[in-house]
């Protein structure tokens, strides 16, 4: 009924493919076998306790809401003086970049290493296990 309204785009969605394997690894995990988790980035063993102590100072003190688009500027501080300490690399606050996943770090470097019209070629199928 409303075809005529979507973009044709929309006939190319389906889903994160990172976690289609991940259900297929579940499916096979649930039958006995041995899987070592690649496809989400999750890891296998639970956040440090220290960690979660400081999630839990930091919701506390009341560090919840939205941050910069560019990440926390106290950790973008730490970064930039980390990249000169053991690098040797000057930088400025305003090129660090922190981001909630790898995802958007390859979204981000592709925007800015590619022109409109230029080919990226980028593998999008998952192997069927």
């Keep these: 009924m409303f075809d005529h309204l979507l973009a044709n785009r929309l006939q190319g969605l389906a889903g994160e493919a990172a976690f289609k394997t991940l259900a297929a690894a579940n499916r096979l ?7 070592i988790h690649f496809e989400i ?3 296998d063993f639970p956040t440090a ?3 979660v102590a400081a999630g839990k100072k930091a919701l506390d003190d009341g560090f919840a809401t939205y941050c910069q688009s560019q990440g926390v500027v106290k950790l973008r501080e730490a ?3 980390h990249i000169f300490q053991y690098k040797g690399i000057k930088t400025e606050i305003d090129e660090i970049v922190v981001t909630p996943g790898g995802k958007a ?9 590619v022109n409109p019209r230029e080919e990226v070629i980028y593998p999008n199928r998952v192997p069927v296990l």
């Design 29 to 35: 995990e649930a039958q006995g076998k041995k899987i």
């Design 41 to 43: 980035g999750e890891p």
């Design 49 to 51: 306790k220290n960690i």
């Design 79 to 81: 970064i930039e003086k």
């Design 105 to 113: 770090a390859i979204f981000y470097t592709i925007c800015v290493l």
